[in-house]
């Protein structure tokens, strides 16, 4: 069965058409965020004035040229609405070609509105957010190339020139996360965050080699038009090193310990990194590789697994922080763990991986710009213990902090209902132990999430005010107010829009399969989702609703101290990646002082110390010269005789 | 005269010189000791010419003859420059061209 969809996909992957019309310019859909990091960053000081309407204004311009396009696609017939886009020839050596190119289809155009959309409001929300610091223009420069690089991403034709988005993308989250450098945690943040992307980036090169090692190309067209030749033991080996790629970038275990860390940076930063770009970089991959990953049973699986162990790791932790921020934070890592599960599904999960991840976008990018709301007027204050009654103080983030809230925690009708149930469906859909233990912990983690949002929801907004004395919140302006409505409507509607008459599902099917068809919206897996919600919102209410929240935490015993440590991982990564690091570098040093450059220096001493003392037979004086050539002439003639004879 | 006796003379006239050239100190006398032992292996050469009824031998030691001149020439200014600063024409003097 794999099989014949997998040639069906290549089919259709192979035979992107040429663009034509309006999509050819498809390339000014990078050229104007780009050009806009390029103005703010190059213009330096002169922009300072009008840098943050350049760097709110391209990401739009992208953004209706995106809709265009877009619209465009939606006149063709769905089976020819992927079209490959001619830029240039970009590497030809001997037979190693690599065209730079855009392949416009359905799975890149959902991100390219993603991105651009979401962006766009992000960037509107930093103007009022960022609008009393030096830097703003700097800032949108950085956050102009996010969005451009994270479009290069998913917008390539080919795996190379997605590696340099790839890239792009870190290096931008990098300068953003450390954008407060004055500061001594941002920049060791951004370190971090930029070492754990190496490391996944490590497995995406790897990955990249080994493609041209077996297909001799690079290119989308190239690697899935044939990927059956390669064999199973290349291609479970590509599909385990494109998800070591995708779990640095999207967080997974075992490299997301840099994701909490990464609330350092300005909240449209984390706005941006957790909702339109960056962490969803994974999944993009994992997707777009869809023609690798079906015909490895054992690649899937391990997508799988890191899927489900992630949305737990990260819905633990989301229970345990008081810090706002951080609690969001593990709130997207447990998201994108779905996103991830469903992706290892196969051709059953595509489609909704991506699904999640769009109302995922609006939902958390709401939450994210209430989070910078509420800090922003409670003097960066981020602690949830000292919130508490906001939702009269800031009606309108209260409110559409809410309607994130109710997506995410999929309440129906909500649009986190409409995407996360056929995820869990399709989890126990697959059937046998492993469906059983993966549906179990997507349906676990939906109750967990329910607690977690409900324990921020009810400290920041309800309770008691526990403030401090100088501290007068009141509603931010409607510079930042303005995109979070927006969020809040596509929080309410995204996901029924959709899901509901199968529109992105019949929409995204020619490029990356059709999933089985879905059963009723009301079956027992929807219904024991629900009947979790409601316990765990209950027992959020029953801890931090009905009761006052201490204004500093209690102390706790083994579970709740792991998951405030952030169930270790930093522990983990000491022990297990850093000491033995640094062991082998003192190693190395050891090695380098002592056995080569032992053997250097004792080489260089010996020659050194002999031509000190051979020296010395240089006198001066002519009559000792003069009896060493004698006593040299002798000796040759007394060899000569002696040969002679 | 058998050729043992021309061998046996520049033998002795070049020893006369090598040694000289060992064991004085004087510049003067060394470049001497140098001329004798060019001339006793001229003498050689030319000995062995005219044995062999060769004219090799006799035309090397023209050749000798002119590379001694020159030689004396080059040496006796480098002599006299010496002389003129050290007030010494002693090679052990001229001695600090060394280590």
Known sequence: MTSSLAAAHAASATTALAAAGVQRAAWLLLVFPLAGALILLLGGRRTNRFGHIIGAAMPMASFVFGVIVFFAMLSYPAGQRSRDVHMFTWIAVGRFHVDAGLLLDQLSISFVLLITGVGSLIHLFAVGYMASDPERRRFFGYMNLFVASMLLLVLANNYLALYVGWEGVGLASYLLIGFWQYKPEPPVAAKKAFIANRVGDFGLTVAIFLMFATFGTVSFSGVFGHPGTAGTPTLTALGLLLLLGACGKSAQVPLQSWLLDAMEGPTPVSALIHAATMVTAGVYLIVRSAPIFNLSQDARLAVTIVGAVTLLFGAIIGCAKDDIKKALAGSTMSQIGYMTLAAGLGPAGYVFAIAHLIAHGFFKAGLFLGAGSVKHEMDDEVDMRRFGGLRTAMPITFVTFGLGYLGIIGCPPFSGYFTKDPIIQAAFDKGGASGAILGAAALLGAGITAFYMTRVMFMTFFGERRWEEEAHPHEAPPIMTSPMIVLAIGSVGAGAFLILANRFVNFLTPVVGSPPPARGLINWISLSTLALVIVGVAVAWAMYGRRPVPAVAPGARFPVTAARRDLYGDAFNESVLMRPGQWLTRLSVYFDNRGVDGLVNTLAATVGGTSGRMRRVQTGFVRSYALSMFVGAVLLLGAFLLVRI | ?99
């Open chain 2, 1 to 99: 005269m058998s050729p043992t006796h021309f061998v046996a003379l520049a033998v002795i006239l070049f020893v006369i010189g090598a040694v000289g050239v060992l064991v004085r100190r004087n510049a003067l006398v060394i470049l001497m000791c140098v001329e004798l032992m060019l001339n006793a292996v001229n003498l050689a050469f030319v000995a062995f010419a005219r044995l062999h009824a060769n004219l090799d031998g006799q035309v090397i030691a023209f050749f000798v003859m002119v590379v001694a001149a020159a030689e004396v020439v080059v040496g006796l200014a480098i002599l006299m420059a010496i002389f003129r600063a050290r007030r010494s024409a002693s090679v052990d003097d001229a001695s600090l061209l060394k280590y």
